[in-house]
């Protein structure tokens, strides 16, 4: 209670001070005029005295922590001000001071970092089974080997070994992956975890105490206290200022013999163009990054997000969505794909699975009509079964009795290839399709890796809890310098230490796993629109909004504050140099001083405010119509995405031998191609990129997608010209096979490379949502309509 009385109380001290300063001040000057001097000079000293007290405090616990800044400055200038009852002076540098002091505290102000989350997310209590009874004990009363029954839904209280079956387990808040994970009996589950299945019973194999999750609660803690308060840029140049200061100061009085010339070098040597230029121009770049949606906790991270050269990134949510997304739906030989995922996601529909979720959302998205199913029954670990329009369908684990079939096994290796997960469809007994889910790449994620890099990032890793095949190609994707997989919140924060002993260095993340690390960084950034509560209080900065690109605007809006705040303070010092040698000649008294030192700060002030607007240089102006051009035309690439699989499909099917369907599958793709594709890159050509010159700068930026263009007309009409021939001999050739799938499967890899670039480089100018690589949004209700002009 006591504590958080004086944490209140000191939260009053800047703004309370600055009230009283300025009252005494204005009070002063309006009273003299009226020649009641003897009163304004006591509204002065006590403007004066009301500063020294503080002041005098703030320069011992300076000193304490072995820096000796500006404070000194202001403490030596307003008690030189009393002594040679120059009371004016001291009154204005007393409000000069107090303003700064209570600027400095705003920007350097942090939210509570009591990891809240962490505290609530973790287990109570616990059902201990002795016997045939099961009772609810304390956390606490937990010892190792007790029986441990886990209910649905629930967090497993403590380490222990599966007993009586398999548990289905959500693991995302120690690994960050989103997938549900299996753990057979004697496997290891670790506390922390959330029961996704059924309920199992587990052996304790560790006290709470001794768990895993209650060592990611210290380790948060501790990586959090043991970071050092950041050093001030107003003190980092005072080092050199308070030397030279006293040193002038000095002269002046041995020199001349005169107080009063030393006293009206501190007056104008008062740092104020450091205790007021920085703060401004850092509260101005906070005040800027919150308007694009980070919220910069202090001063001190805005100044080390400044200059720092190192990046450590978490991949579940960060790089990628964070939630699985359908790659494709695959049917079976004689098949229909759309029907397929119509009934799986009919019976998904019952299903907390995040599979499943994934399905329907497809479904929907394709405008399937789902039917609500009967008869329901979910196993966990197997899938989901249920009726649907009289049918059976089940959803998940491929049969066994499926095991040996060809086509299954050409699937599980494409799946095994892509890092993709499987969810197969059988419908009465027969396997028609599978749907392929991944977690996606974030489209704004390569453009902004680019301009991390431009902004003086030279250094990025990335850890993950994720295996190391799916993380390398993340990384590959992205050309980081560093990958480690299969990380625990231990190792995440063991590599955040190596890292931050060698460089500054910035994390980000965005779950509960991640906050320990988020802590032990020199900045800590969190994906707060989706992120744990756990890992936006350890982080010193927070993405409101779920883009990743906007770290790389709070890297331009931290570099360009600081410079202003440096290109304001180095002015103000310059100028005030200038003043204390007038002074130090005895050419400007204390409190002609005092003005000259307030017309400085003003200067530096204003310029100190051109933080707010950012970096000029930065920003990329988009007009209204080409930004509803990109907005445009990224909604056709979430269509056109979808029905790329035409070509795949039809490659495959020309592919296998005596496949009846292969020429009808070649000409959906041709109509596909002919119908939706070109025209979609025909308007590109002659609307969007045009468009572009401007924000971009020349056509040379668009010139390499003008050639895929081109690429893409020639594949094209090539098709065309094998369809031809196919239909005057009335079948096709067996010549033509080669050359028409090397025309399929190039134009499908070089439409999706396509794709991924336009929207990399040209839709991430502007606000368009930040979809993965390939999520699906595909509104149309037949796939032959041709796409909107």
């Given amino acids: 209670m006591i504590g958080r009385w004086s944490k209140r109380v000191a939260g009053w001290v800047e703004p309370a001070l600055v009230a009283v300063t300025v009252f005494a001040l204005l009070l002063g000057l309006i009273m003299w005029p009226f020649g009641l001097h003897g009163a304004a000079e006591v509204c002065w000293i006590a403007a004066t005295a009301a500063a020294v007290v503080p002041a005098v405090w703030w320069m011992v616990a300076a000193l304490l922590r072995g820096r000796a800044g500006v404070d000194l400055i202001a403490v030596l200038s307003l008690v030189g001000t009393l002594l040679v009852h120059e009371y004016l002076a001291g009154a204005l540098i007393a409000v000069m001071l107090a303003t700064g002091r209570a600027l400095d505290a705003a920007a350097e102000r942090r939210a509570s970092r009591d990891l809240r989350a962490l505290l609530e997310h973790a287990p109570r209590s616990a059902r201990r089974r002795i016997g045939a009874e099961v009772s609810v004990i304390a956390l606490d009363e937990v010892a190792v080997d007790d029986v441990l029954v886990v209910a649905p839904g629930e967090v497993v209280p403590v380490d222990g070994r599966v007993l009586d079956a398999v548990a289905v387990l959500d693991e995302s808040v120690l690994t960050g992956e989103p997938l549900q994970v299996e753990r057979g009996i004697g496997e290891l589950v670790r506390s922390g975890v959330v029961n996704a299945g059924t309920s199992f019973e587990i052996r304790a194999t560790a006290t709470a105490a001794e768990s895993t999750y209650a060592g990611i609660v210290r380790l948060a803690q501790e990586a959090g206290a043991e970071n050092a308060p950041v050093v001030r840029l107003a003190d980092r140049y005072a080092a050199w200022f308070l030397p030279l200061t006293l040193l002038v100061a000095g002269g002046a009085w041995l020199l001349s013999g005169s107080l009063v010339r030393a006293v009206a070098v501190l007056v104008v040597a008062t740092p104020c163009p450091l205790l007021l230029a920085a703060p401004v121009a850092i509260v101005s770049g906070l005040s800027r990054a919150s308007r694009l949606g980070v919220v910069i906790r202090s001063g001190g991270a805005l100044e080390n997000l400044g ?7 978490d991949k579940t949510g960060t790089l990628t969505a964070g939630r699985p997304a359908v790659v494709e739906v695959i049917a079976a030989p004689g098949q229909d794909a759309a029907e397929a995922l119509r009934l799986a996601a009919s019976v998904d529909q019952l299903s907390p699975h995040v599979l499943a979720e994934a399905i329907v959302t497809e479904a929907l998205a394709r405008d399937s009509a789902l039917t609500l199913p009967t008869a329901v029954v979910e196993q966990p ?43 197969w469809i059988v419908v009465d007994e027969e396997l028609v399709g599978a749907v392929l889910l991944r977690d996606p790449l974030r489209r704004h994620a390569p453009r902004t890796i680019r301009r991390l890099r431009e902004a003086g990032l030279n250094r990025l890793v ?41 460089a500054v260095t910035v994390m980000v993340g965005d779950g509960v796993n991640d906050a320990p690390a988020l802590a032990a960084a020199t900045v800590g950034v969190a994906m707060g629109a989706r992120g744990s509560t756990a890992s936006s209080e350890a982080a010193d900065i927070v993405l409101t909004t779920d883009r990743l690109d906007r770290l790389a605007d709070a890297m331009d809006t931290a570099r360009w504050s600081r410079r202003i705040a440096v290109q304001s303070a180095v002015v103000g010092m310059g100028l005030s140099l200038l003043a204390m040698v007038v002074a130090a000649a005895g050419l400007l008294p204390p409190a002609a001083g005092a003005l000259l030192q307030e017309g400085i700060d003003m200067a530096v002030i204003l310029n100190a405010l051109r933080a707010l607007r950012g970096n000029p240089a930065a920003r990329t102006e988009v007009a209204a119509a080409t930004e509803q051009l990109l907005h445009r035309f990224a909604d056709e690439h979430e269509t056109l995405r979808e029905m790329l699989t035409l070509l795949r499909t039809a490659a495959d099917r020309l592919a296998t031998a005596n496949d009846p369907a292969a020429l009808a599958a070649v000409e959906d793709a041709h109509h596909f191609l002919v119908t939706d594709l070109l025209p979609h890159e025909l308007a590109e050509e002659t609307l969007l990129y045009p468009a572009l010159v401007g924000p971009l700068g020349s056509t040379e930026a668009t010139a390499t997608m003008s050639r895929a263009h081109a690429e893409i007309q020639r594949l094209t009409t090539r098709i065309g010209a094998h369809l031809d021939r196919a239909h005057t001999a009335g079948a096709i050739a067996d010549e033509q096979i080669d050359d028409l799938l090397a025309c399929l499967y190039g134009l499908h890899t070089l439409l999706r490379l396509h794709f991924l670039q336009e929207e ?30």
């Fill in 760 to 789: 990399e480089n040209y839709f991430t100018l502007t606000d368009v949502d930040d979809q993965p690589e390939n999520g699906s949004t595909y509104r149309r209700a037949h796939r032959h309509e041709p796409l909107p002009r």
């Fill in 381 to 423: 670990g197997r899938g989901i079964s249920g009726s649907v329009d009289g049918r059976h369908v089940q959803v998940g684990k491929l049969p066994d009795t499926a095991t040996g079939s060809e086509w299954a096994r050409a699937v599980d290796s494409r799946a095994r290839l892509d890092s993709a997960a499987i969810a």
């Fill in 462 to 502: 990335m850890l993950t809890g994720d295996r190391l095949e799916p993380a390398r190609e993340v990384a590959a994707v992205l050309g980081l310098d560093e990958v480690y997989a299969g990380q625990s919140p231990a190792d995440k924060v063991a590599a955040v230490r190596r890292e931050r002993e060698r």
């Fill in 307 to 313: 200059h720092a050269t190192t990046l450590v990134m």
